[in-house]
T-cell receptor, first 110, second 118 residues
Framework: TQLLEQSPQFLSIQEGENLTVYCNSSSVFSSLQWYRQEPGEGPVLLVTVVTGGEVKKLKRLTFQFGDARKDSSLHITAAQPGDTGLYLCAGALGGNQFYFGTGTSLTVIP | GAVVSQHPSWVICKSGTSVKIECRSLDFQATTMFWYRQFPKQSLMLMATSNEGSKATYEQGVEKDKFLINHASLTLSTLTVTSAHPEDSSFYIC??????????????FGPGTRLTVL
């Protein structure tokens, strides 16, 4: 059983559509990160959220940290083929360790 | 920016041999490095936390005698897969935290090493 569950696991949408990816846990995290990973490469950090209720925007991507710091969401507006990839959330429990979510594989069809 | 490298980027070995993977922080010092493994189309699973100058902390279910970790300096951690078997074939990724920066636990990832055991 993984600490962080992401949904959906797979998502295939048309270019221009909007989508939301969810990252849920029963644990409270001191911080939570979102990453995007391309095949055969390491994850690339998109954002770090720290405060409950925090919302951060990165161009067409909006990230929200739940009030209780147990969950997070990633919303992409007007998805583009370049957004295709594996999206991973990762939570820190206050120590050194990071735990990754189950992952969401996104495909944006031109 | 903070750059982490891994070497080799891919390796193929025979069953029963040992393989060493290096993880280096190129432009910063890292007191803590992490090792993950990732199976195809799955997420990253934390294997161990590597602290410079001390023994690594392994996650439950990870055999410390099979996956030897050494963090001899602030810029280098190594993972040795001993007596590798086909089930050890995976994508191994390291990450590093920057010393002295209150970065809310941000970590920077290497590009990964693809291990195939025949």
């Amino acid at each position: 059983t993984q600490l962080l569950e992401q949904s959906p696991q797979f998502l295939s949408i048309q270019e221009g559509e909007n989508l939301t990816v969810y990252c849920n846990s029963s644990s409270v995290f001191s911080s939570l990160q979102w990453y995007r990973q391309e095949p055969g490469e390491g994850p690339v950090l998109l954002v770090t959220v720290v405060t409950g209720g925090e919302v951060k925007k990165l161009k067409r991507l909006t990230f929200q940290f739940g009030d209780a710091r147990k969950d997070s969401s990633l919303h992409i507006t007007a998805a583009q083929p370049g957004d295709t990839g594996l999206y991973l959330c990762a939570g820190a429990l206050g120590g050194n360790q990071f735990y990754f979510g189950t992952g969401t594989s996104l495909t944006v069809i031109p | 920016g903070a750059v982490v490298s891994q070497h080799p980027s891919w390796v193929i070995c025979k069953s029963g041999t040992s393989v060493k993977i290096e993880c280096r922080s190129l432009d910063f010092q890292a007191t803590t490095m992490f090792w993950y493994r990732q199976f195809p189309k799955q997420s990253l699973m934390l294997m161990a936390t590597s602290n410079e100058g001390s023994k690594a902390t392994y996650e439950q279910g990870v055999e410390k005698d099979k996956f030897l970790i050494n963090h001899a300096s602030l810029t280098l951690s190594t993972l040795t897969v001993t007596s590798a078997h086909p089930e050890d074939s995976s994508f191994y990724i390291c990450s590093a935290r920057i010393v002295g920066i209150p970065s809310h636990n941000e970590q920077f990832f290497g590009p990964g090493t693809r291990l195939t055991v025949l």
